[in-house]
């Protein structure tokens, strides 16, 4: 028993701590109400700066990567319990997110202004759209089973975990990650752009897309019926007209069943 509520405390503990990071990202990438944000006044010389942010990115890329591959989770599981994998995983992410708000080196320089009160709106909006469909889609696929919670909490109960299976509710019709989706939104709806902004932008752009293509080779052994939705329901962008070999008709696959 003791063990068990040892692991539940600490998928409480690592799940908070993964909350804590999310709420603060939302104040350090839309610089809102935060004392740090992406954009605070440089410090260090640009090219120092490209350095420190680029490596910070770098780890935090790394460790998404490698911590979520099935190969990594038999080896780590050999040293921790089944049950905490997932909040392990958690936790050192948000870690090394709180890391990257920490270290992170603002940069100055300014690509683009919208100084329009419209265009302002419509970009908070869009970054706020972002937000709520990274949340989204976390709810939709098993919000507390990929943070851990869902995890830690059968062991407490004595039940056994069983896997996620593969669905395609709502956004996941039209595009195969709306997370990923989300994600973008978040990084590039910016009424300001400055060097920083872009240099976090094109990094982890060009991770979600490579992430992508690991991921899928997961899904792709776990769930013999993810190659049917590839190929019909697009990555990231959705068909206009919902028509085509993608639409809604194909994302039926795997629903539920
Ligand atoms: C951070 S989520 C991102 C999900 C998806 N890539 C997206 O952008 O919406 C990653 C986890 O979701 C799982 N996953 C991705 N697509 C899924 C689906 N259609 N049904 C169930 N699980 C899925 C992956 O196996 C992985 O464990």
């Known amino acids: 028993m003791f063990k068990r509520v040892t692991v539940f405390t600490y998928g409480v503990v690592s799940y908070l701590v993964f909350f804590a990071s999310f709420l ?6 839309g ?7 992406i954009d605070s006044a440089p410090t260090v010389p640009f090219w120092t700066a490209v ?3 680029s490596l910070l990115l770098g780890i935090f ?3 998404h990567s490698v911590m979520a591959r099935p190969a990594f989770k038999r080896w780590i599981t050999r040293y921790i319990p089944r049950e905490a994998e997932r909040s392990t995983y958690t936790l050192t992410a948000s870690l090394l997110l709180i890391a990257l708000f920490v270290w992170w080196q603002p940069m100055g320089g300014v690509i683009w202004n919208v100084t329009d009160p419209v265009g302002q709106a419509v970009l908070y909006g869009l970054y706020g759209f972002g937000w709520a469909l990274v949340l989204v889609a976390t709810l939709l696929i098993n919000h507390f089973d990929l943070f851990g919670l869902r995890q830690v909490w059968l062991q407490l109960i004595g039940k056994p975990y069983t ?4 669905k395609t509710p709502g956004p996941y019709r039209l595009v195969r990650h709306p997370l990923y989706v989300g994600w973008l939104f978040v990084f590039w709806a910016t009424p300001t752009m400055t060097a920083a902004h872009l240099l976090f932008a094109l990094l982890t752009t060009g991770y979600i897309l490579i992430g992508i293509r690991l991921e899928e080779r997961d899904l792709l052994e776990a769930h013999p019926e ?7 329901v697009p990555m990231l962008i959705p068909r206009l007209g919902g028509k085509g070999r993608g639409g809604g ?9």
């Open 24 to 29: 603060y990202a939302i104040g350090f990438i």
């Open 31 to 37: 610089n809102i109400l935060v004392p740090k944000s």
């Open 51 to 53: 350095l420190i942010n």
């Open 61 to 63: 890329a790394v460790q």
């Open 163 to 166: 896997p996620l299976r593969f």
């Open 226 to 232: 993810y190659a049917g939705y590839r190929k019909h």
């Open 249 to 257: 008709r194909i994302a039926a696959v795997g629903d539920g069943t």
